[in-house]
C-alpha cells in the first residue's frame, strides 16, 4: 500500500540568542491510510513539534530532512518540505487535519459551534451554504453530540469540555482527511471521558481510512488504540515498534523505566522509581541502572475523626434554576491517613474542598475540626489545613519572588520572628521538598511544572499544618516527575506525620496513594471503603465503572 | 435580556439623581445668593422679588432642591397653572395638583432668558457633528493603521507607526489646535481655503444661516488625533494578542489563508477592547470639546459652557453638567447593549 506521509531523518530546530537550538533529530514516520500511530513521551520530547511542523503549523521552527513528502489516496503528491504556503493551505483541514490539546482555547469564542464548522466544510468544498449547514449538522450528529440542532447555534463557552472536543473532531474529520493528527486530545479531560472520546475518534478515522496519529504522554491510553507506537524523549526517538511490542516487551531502557514509574494499587506504599533512578542518560542512549526497591513505613492512623464532614449540601443558582453541587455529603478524616476522593469533573469534589477550608460556605451541614466546629476560629484552622492547587502555573503569583511566597504564611502566622530567622526556616523548606537554598531569589517562571508544584508544596509546609488537601496536584504532570512528587507526599507524611485529602480524577494515582477511597457522583457519595477491598471488590455500579477506565 | 436592560436603566437614573444632587448643592454653597447676578444698577426692589419668586429662591435650599430635581424628572408634581414645560400631557389630577409627564425642564439662562434647553440642544448639534467627524476619521485609519501595523510587526512600517502614534498620544489637543489652526487656517490659508476660526453655520450677511462644512475639518483633525493614536496602538496590541490564541493555530490549521485568519478570526477578536475606547473617547468628546472649540470658535457644548462660566450663567452651567453626564450614561447604556452583541460569554454572566 501507498504510504500517506513519508517522513526520514527529520531535524528541526528554533532560532535562539545562541545560535539555532535542535529540538527534533532524526525523526521518522511512514503513515498508511487507517493506520493508527501513537507517538508517546514526556514534556520537551519533541513529540508535538515533529507532527505540527509537518504543515507548517509553528511559523520559526526550521525543518531539514532527507524526505518529508505527502501522497493522497487519490494520488495527489507533495514535498511538504518545500512547498509554498498556498499549497499547504490546501492541504490543511482537508488532507491533514489537527486536534489540539486544550479544548477550552482551540475554538473560536465568538463564532457559534455550527459557523466553525461549516467554515472547515466551505473553505475546501465547492457547495453551497444549505448544503454545508446540513452536513455540518450531520458530524454534529455522527460525534454524538447531545441535541445537534440546539447546540449547533450555541457558542463554545457553553459546552463542556469534552462536548467542545468532539466539536473539534467533527472540524477535523469535516473534509474527510486523508490523516488526522491529535495532539493530546483527551489530557485536558477526565480519565471516564478519555477512553470514551479516544475510542470514538479512532472509529471515526477506521470508518473514513484515515490515518491517525495519536500523541500522548499517557502510555497507558496510546496502548489500547494504536498500531505502532513511536516513543520519544528530548528529541530523539528511543524505540520504535508494533504496539504489543512495546508495551509486552520493552527493548529500550527509557520504555521500560517509563512503565515502572506509572502508580498503580499493586506498587502501593512503595518508593516509585523515578527514570533517572532507574537509568542514565549518556550521549543520547540511556543506560539502566539498579534500582533498590522499598516501602515507606506510616505511623498508625488515629481513631478519632480529625475532620468531620456532617451531611453538607450546597446549590448554586443558575439563571433562573438552581444547579446541586452536593447533597448530603458526609465522611470523616483521621489523622495520619491519605484519603482519596475521586470522581469526574463536575461531580462536587472541588467546590467540596473549598467548603472545607472555609472558603465557600455550605446551605447546611458542617464541618467539625478537633470536635469543635471548624469555623469557630478560623485562624487556628488555617495554620493546621493547607491546601495545594492543581494548576503550578496559575496557582504562584508571578510577581512575587519564591521567598517571599514561601515565607508569607510564616510572617502572616507570625511563625518566626527577624529577618534572618524567616530566612533560615524558608532555606530548610526548599531543601525538605528538594528544591536548592539559591532558588530563594527566583521567580515562578524560571521553575518547570514539577518544580513549581514543589514550591506550592513549600508554601503549605511553611505553617506546619496536619492536614493538606491536594486538589488534583499531580494531573498536570509527566509520569516521571509526577512519581516523584507522589514520593514527596509520601515522604513528608512519614516525617511530619501529615494526612492528605487526595482529590483527584485519576484512580490509578489515588489507588496507589490512599488508605480509603470516597467515589463521588453527581455531589453524592457513592461509595466509602478503604482502597483494598474498593479495587478488589467495587460495590457500586459506578466505581466498577471508573475502575474500567 | 430585558432584567439586564432594566437594571442598567435603574443605573442609570440612580447616576443620573447623584449627579443632579450634587450639581445642585456645589453651586447652592459656592452661589448662595444667584440673585445677585441678575442685579444691575437700575434693577429695583420690586423686579428682583419677581425674579426671586420665579426661581424660588425666596424659598429654603430644600424646597429648592425639590424643585430642581421635579423640574428634571420626567414624570413631576405641579400646581395646575404652573407646569413649567408648554409641551406636556398631564397624567391624572390631585386636588390642585396635578401630575404631568414632560421632557426635563433646564430653566433659562440669566443672560438671555432664553430656555436653557434649546441652547444647549443647538450647541449640542455643532459638538454631535464635530465629534462624530474626529472619531470617524480616527475609528478608520486607527483601525487601519493598527492592523497594519500588526500584520507587518517589528517592520519599519510598524515601528514608524508606533512611534508616530505615541507622538500623538503625547500632544494635548489644544496645542496641536493651536498648531493645526495656525498652519493650514493662517500661513496656507489663502491655498488651503480653511479659516483660522468658524462654526458649523456662518452667518452670511446677505444669504443669511449658512452651512460650511469646510469648517469641521481642522478641529476634527485637531480633535481626532489622539484617539486615532490610541485606537492604533490599541487595535495593533489587540491584534497581536488574538494571534497569539490558540483558536488562531486551529484556524491555520483548517487550511484559513492568512487574510481570512487576520481579518475573519483575528480582528473579531481585537475589535472588542477597540470599541471599549473608542465609545469611551465618543462620549467624553460629544461632552464637548472645551479647548479645541473654544481655539476654532466652534459653536458647541464646550464653548457655551465655557462662555457661561464666565459670565456665571448658572441655568447653563448646571443644564450642561446634568447634560454630559446624560451623555456619559447614555453611551454607555448602548456600548454595554453592544458588547452582549458582539460577545456572546458576555450574555450569560449578565
Redesign the interface.
Known sequence: MQDLLNIQNLDISFPSDNGPEQVVKGFNLTLQPGQIIGIVGESGSGKSVSVLSL?R?ISNAICRADNMSFTSEKGIELDLLNSD??DL??????EI??I?Q?PM????????CGQQVV??IV??QSINKTKAKKKALDLLIEMQLPEPERLYKR?P??LSGGQRQRV?IA?ALANNPSILIADEPTTALDSVLQKALTQHMVESCKKRNTGLVLISHDLQLVKDFTDEIIVMYKGDIIETGSTAQVVNNPQSVYTKSLLQCQPKFTNRSTVLPTIHELADYVDGEFVAKPFNNHSFTFQKIDDAAYIEVQNISKSFPN?KTVTKALTDVSFDIHKGETLGLIGESGCGKSTLSKIIIQLLEADSGRITFQGKPANSDRKAFAKKVQMIFQDPYASLNPAMKVGDIISEPIRVHKLAQGKQAIKEKVHALLIEVGLREKDYAKYPHEFSGGQRQRVSIARALAVEPDLIICDESVSALDISVQAQILNLFNQLKVNRQLTYLFISHDLNVVSYICDRIVVMQEGKVVELSDTESLVENPKEAYTKKLLQA | MIRFILKKIAYAILILFSVASVVFWLFSFSFPNPEDILVTDRTDEATLNAIKAELKLDQPKGEQYVAFLNDLSIVSIYAKDRVVESSHSVLFNAGSKQVVIKTPYLRRSFQTGQPTKTILADAFLGTLVLALAAMVFASIFGLFFGVLSSVKQGSWIDRGLLFVSTLGISVPSFFSAIIFSFIFGHLWGGWTGLNVVGSLYEIDPFAGKQLALHNILLPAFALGIRPLSIITQLTRNAMLDALSKDYIRTAIAKGLNRKQVYFKHALKSALNPVMTSVSGWFASLLAGAFFVEKIFNWKGIGSITIHALETSDLPIIMGSIVFIAFIFVFINFVVDILYTVLDPRIRLSA
Open positions: 504543515t503549523l504556503d498556498a493551505e490546501t492541504i490543511r483541514g482537508n487535519s489537527y489540539f486544550e482555547t482551540a475554538l473560536h469564542p465568538l463564532f457559534t467554515e472547515a473553505q475546501h457558542y463557552h457553553q473539534m472540524i439563571g
